[in-house]
Each structure stands twice: as structure tokens, then as C-alpha cells.
Nanobody, 113 residues
Framework: QVQLVESGGGLVHAGGSLRLSCVGSVIIFSNVNMGWYRQAPGKQRELVAAITNRGSTNYADSVKGRFTVSRDNAKNTVYLEMNNLNPEDTAVYYC???????WGQGTQVTVSS
């Protein structure tokens, strides 16, 4: 089965940092496009960052300059480095195999004031 598993969420104070990881079981991981999404209570799920098989990246305006998405194909892993977090970043974060309905289980990120 294709499976994605996120980890790295937690509770931090405003201004702090977290690094999220997403490990995939996709056979040809190096050739897949991946995305990070987040969903806060009562809000729609939104794209935060994406990375293509070639390493090109894209970010939501709200996180540009603060978040960095990267990948390590040898480890079948994509990362989301989050710096200078603020309470508006509080959400459940999910990774996704782009253009599919394959999602991870989500990891909670909570940023206190």
C-alpha cells in the first residue's frame, strides 16, 4: 500500500521553529511531486508548500520567507522547516502525494502567544 506518515508537530511559543517530516512508501519516490497542507478548525484545508520531483518549490504567501520545503529522496522523505512561527500557523499539517488522494494522517502544530 502507498502510505505517507507525518511527524514533528508539537507545541511551541511564538517565534519558535519546528521541522515536519513526511516519510512515504511510494516506490518511485524520487519522481513524485509532494505538497504540504494545513487545516485549522472551521477553516478550509490550504496548500502551504509544494515541491516537484525536480526540486522546484512553491509557497503560500502567508509562509513565504518563513517556511522551507525540501526532500531527501534516499530517505523517501520530504521536510517542512517552519521558522518564526506565529499563532496563525496553528493547524493540523498534512503531506500529500500531489494529484492524488493519498494523504498522511496529519500532525498537530500549536503555536502559543
Amino acid at each position: 500500500q502507498v502510505q505517507l506518515v507525518e511527524s514533528g508537530g508539537g507545541l511551541v511559543h511564538a517565534g519558535g521553529s519546528l521541522r515536519l517530516s513526511c516519510v512515504g512508501s511510494v516506490i518511485i519516490f524520487s519522481n513524485v511531486n509532494m505538497g504540504w497542507y494545513r487545516q485549522a478548525p472551521g477553516k478550509q484545508r490550504e496548500l502551504v508548500a509544494a515541491i516537484t520531483n525536480r526540486g522546484s518549490t512553491n509557497y503560500a504567501d502567508s509562509v513565504k520567507g518563513r517556511f522551507t520545503v525540501s526532500r531527501d529522496n534516499a530517505k523517501n522523505t520530504v521536510y517542512l522547516e517552519m521558522n518564526n512561527l506565529n499563532p496563525e500557523d496553528t493547524a493540523v499539517y498534512y503531506c500529500r502525494w500531489s494529484s492524488t488522494n493519498v494523504w498522511g494522517q496529519g500532525t498537530q502544530v500549536t503555536v502559543s502567544s
